[in-house]
């Protein structure tokens, strides 16, 4: 079947600050034959270690533009992709196109593809939503070594409050979706230049259905999508997990912050005291010359 989908022309990427970093594409990722994956590779392809690092809504690889060079500074590989629907990859133009597993196995899709070993599993947001679940798979379990967890959750089908419910029926309705207003918003110190940066991937409206999408996927009713693959993953983080985590907070969320934050990390066996940076919002990655070395000297890496 034929995927209708848009691709943002080159040049709407042409100006992006502090993010000349290596972009790969592929068009035949085993089910997704005819759109074009794309993914920001830095570092050595042989390294001893690859940082994967999986953005939200409605961002994309480039939210990981300030830990990239933190975590390369290791000798690491980095590889960050950009889900269908965002940044340089292919934005297919129908609501329905999107669901959790068509972005679930995009990412095992492609972590086969590059075949990555020695994981360090980076999330946040919906990067979280779908990477916390990929080890339940066993292709991606036994390539996973260490956690960075930043403000997300499981998607375990208990509702999510009338907060959430406004934002899904804003994110589906309004005419014309701003990402970088809405990132903007939530992030203290963000310039122009870094707010037309995400809107880059958005030409006009009709490359949003992804951005859209998103907020309606999240599994909070028992009968939806990714449930049941969310609460394998509960379990599996709970019971066997047995790698190395770090969690930051950004204390100034209002949907996925402390409360959500504290379940999570009471979830996640043997994760030590979370960095909690009290001004950071939503987007933690923005405090990422914080964030990355913490991490690291977390896990003796500098």
Same mark, same amino acid.
């Given at each position: ?9 080159? @040049? ?21 034959? *005819? ?5 920001? +590779? ?13 953005? *939200? ?24 992709? &950009? ?53 339940? +798979?066993?292709?991606?379990? &036994? ?19 009338? *907060? ?23 992030? =203290?110190?963000?310039?122009?230049? @870094?707010?037309?940066?995400?809107? /880059? ?9 992804? /951005?859209? %999408?998103?907020? =309606?996927?999240?599994?909070? &009713?028992? +009968? ?6 969310? %609460?394998? =993953? /509960? ?7 047995? *790698? ?28 030590? @005291? ?11 990655? @923005? ?13 003796? +890496?500098?």
């Amino acid at each position: 079947m034929t995927i209708k989908a848009l691709r943002t022309p080159d @040049e709407r990427f042409a100006d992006i600050p502090d993010f000349d970093f290596p972009v790969h594409y592929s068009d035949n990722l085993p089910g997704y034959e *005819g759109l074009r994956a794309a993914w920001i +590779d830095v570092g050595p392809e042989g390294a001893d270690r690859t940082f994967l690092c999986l953005h *939200g809504e409605p961002s994309w690889s480039f939210l990981y533009r300030k830990m990239i060079p933190h975590f390369t500074a290791t000798g690491s590989r980095v590889v960050c992709p &950009d889900f269908f629907g965002f940044g340089r990859s292919d934005k297919p133009t129908e609501l329905e196109t999107y669901t959790f597993d068509f972005h679930r196995n995009h990412i095992l899709a492609l972590v086969e593809r590059l075949d990555l070993t020695n994981i360090t599993l980076v999330v946040q947001d919906w990067g979280g939503l779908i990477g916390l679940t990929l080890p339940v +798979d066993h292709r991606f379990r &036994d390539r996973l070594s260490r956690l960075i967890i930043m403000n997300t959750a499981l998607g375990l089908g208990t509702g999510a409050g009338k *907060g959430f419910d406004d934002w899904k029926n804003y994110a589906l309705t309004v005419p014309d979706f701003n990402a970088g207003e809405i990132i903007a918003r939530g992030t =203290a110190g963000m310039n122009e230049a @870094e707010t037309a940066a995400y809107n /880059a991937p958005y030409p006009d409206p009709s490359y949003q259905a992804g /951005a859209r %999408k998103f907020p =309606a996927l999240v599994p909070v &009713d028992p +009968d939806m999508d990714g449930v049941e693959v969310s %609460k394998k =993953a /509960a379990a599996f983080w709970s019971g066997e997990w047995s *790698g190395d985590s770090f969690m930051a907070i950004g204390g100034s969320d209002p949907v996925l912050g402390p409360p959500t934050m504290k379940m999570m990390h009471g979830l996640i066996k043997g994760c030590p @005291e979370p960095l909690t940076i009290d001004e950071a919002g939503h987007f933690v990655q @923005e405090w990422g010359d914080i964030v990355a070395p913490a991490a690291l000297r977390s896990f003796g +890496d500098i």
